[in-house]
């Protein structure tokens, strides 16, 4: 258990020394423990979203996936970002923590109640009565994480991202274990609602087994605090909205059945970006952070976080483009057929979110949240306006498009805004996706060559899509790399820790 500070309302918290020249081997560290947390979960999760695919059918996923969009669109007005602000203060105060700790409770507590209330209208917009009940259990999660132990964000400050991740784990094992175990006594949707809040529940249990902090009421450094977090909240609002704009028009179109699939195909497609990306900069954040003051180091070290996202997400999106039926079939199976065409849009589209997200961590380290905030707003405002006339055009397929479309115009954009008001150039961001393009591009060709039509063995196709697309990847990635002379990145990280493992 991490040591708690004393009872002194104003005391600075210890944080751990950090060396400027050891940013790059904290970034790969920093990034491996919360990409591996994540995958781990992810694992863990996908376990339980095939289990429950087979267990139950599209119509109960579309209920739970209408009553989670309200929840969700709430739960983002108190996406404050309290971890964010005590990461990037120099030297927090208990202060400071109690205080980021009574915010969460108080907005856990109104947003529950605003839940309970806002049900009834959700009902009446998706046509689907069942929602009710559900929205009304789901709001208690809301109450239940605002409780949740905020001495857990010592671990990230202090770059301590072992005990992180075994929190993460914890709580994910847990959930899986209760969520599971209702589906399978309960046979419908309600093992998935109440195994989300058991779930919730036990997560903030197990935040006070692991740390011995324990938060008090406060609210002394509140303003400070609301500083900070009122742009972090405009950005969560926007990011939820380019997010999840796309599956309130669909669920106003349709039913629960075509919902559930759409809802599969959509968080299947943005897996990059949910666990590779995001759990990537909760690593690299504390690290940016220690560097903001020096510009040549920032810049570096961004490009560096910027090209592993592309390393590994852009192949990742398109390969899930181009064996989508295969793999909704041999995962999901053949009830989940409907998915197939949106998946093989949405995921070129979640290649292009995992881009645009790893500019967050840096924009808001150095003090540009304005211009993030401006960013998402313009990405929602032309989801807002393309995606309704996407859909009456080309219904729910229609708007798996429109999102690609509006992906592709913002990537460049967002890098030229960025090369404005940070010292990342737009030519260098360019770059960096641009080498990693070239294979990407010709893993697409070969196995879109390679495909064997004719074999009615989905299984056995996906993995000889898969074989064919990673060695073409990562054959042609070294042979660039080593073209290029070896430039600093991802492959020269891997060499070099592969090299001191085998001692050549």
Avoid at 64 to 78: K, P, Q, S
Avoid at 117 to 133: G, I, T
């Amino acid at each position: 258990m991490a040591d708690g500070p004393e009872d002194k309302p104003n005391q600075e918290l210890p944080t751990k020394a950090f060396e400027s020249h050891n940013a790059g081997r904290e970034l790969l560290r920093g990034s491996a423990w919360m990409v591996a947390m994540r995958w781990a979960v992810k694992g863990i999760g996908l376990v339980s979203t095939v289990l429950f695919a087979r267990l139950l059918v599209p119509a109960d996923f579309g209920v739970v996936a209408m009553a989670l969009l309200l929840v969700g669109f709430l739960e983002v007005f108190t996406l404050t970002g309290p971890d964010l602000a005590l990461i990037r203060k120099e030297n927090p105060t208990r202060d400071d923590y109690d205080t980021a700790w009574t915010f969460e409770v108080l907005k856990g507590a109104v947003l529950a109640g605003l839940v309970f209330l806002a049900a009834p209208f959700a009902s009446d917009y998706f046509q689907e009565p069942r929602v009710v009940p559900v929205i009304q259990v789901l709001g208690f999660r809301a109450l239940a994480g605002g409780l949740e132990n905020i001495g857990i964000v010592m671990y990230r400050r202090d770059l301590d991202f072992a005990r992180d991740f075994r929190f993460q784990i914890y709580k994910k094992l847990l959930s899986f274990g209760l969520a599971v175990t209702l589906v399978v006594v309960l046979r419908d949707y309600w093992g998935l609602v109440w195994g989300m809040l058991a779930g919730r529940l036990g997560g903030v249990a197990i935040s006070y087994v692991m740390h011995s902090y324990r938060p008090r009421f406060c609210l002394r450094s509140l303003r400070e605090l609301w500083s900070f977090s009122q742009w972090v909240l405009a950005i969560e609002i926007m990011r939820y909205g380019n997010q999840r704009l796309d599956e309130f028009i669909v669920g106003g179109l349709v039913g629960a059945s075509r919902m559930g699939s759409y809802h599969i195909a959509s968080d299947m497609s943005l897996t990059p970006s949910t666990e590779f990306v995001i759990p990537m900069t909760r690593g690299v954040y504390p690290v940016l952070a220690r560097l903001k003051e020096d510009p040549a180091a920032l810049a570096k070290n961004y490009l560096r976080v910027l090209d592993t996202v592309a390393l590994f997400c852009l192949p990742f999106g398109v390969g899930m483009s181009v064996v989508a039926h295969d793999l909704v079939v041999t995962v999901f199976g053949w009830k989940w057929l409907e998915a197939v065409p949106l998946m093989v849009w949405l995921s070129l589209f979640g290649s292009l979110a995992s881009i645009l997200l790893s500019l967050q961590p840096l924009l808001l380290v150095i003090g540009k949240a304005k211009v993030l905030t401006g960013i998402r707003a313009l990405q929602l405002a032309a989801l807002a306006a393309l995606l309704p006339l996407m859909a009456t055009h080309g219904g729910i397929e229609g708007v798996a498009v429109g999102r690609l479309y509006v992906g592709l115009a913002l990537v460049p954009l967002s890098f030229l805004i960025l090369g404005m008001v940070s010292p990342v150039t737009f030519g260098a961001s360019m770059g960096v996706l641009f080498w990693r393009l070239l294979p990407t591009a010709a893993m697409w060709a070969a196995v879109k060559a390679t495909h064997l039509d004719g074999l009615d063995l989905p299984a056995a196709t996906l993995a000889m899509d898969s074989a064919v697309g990673a060695t073409v990847y990562v054959l042609l990635s070294l042979a660039i790399w080593w073209a290029r002379g070896r430039p600093e990145g991802p492959e020269r990280q891997i060499f070099l820790i592969l090299r001191s493992r085998l001692r050549w």
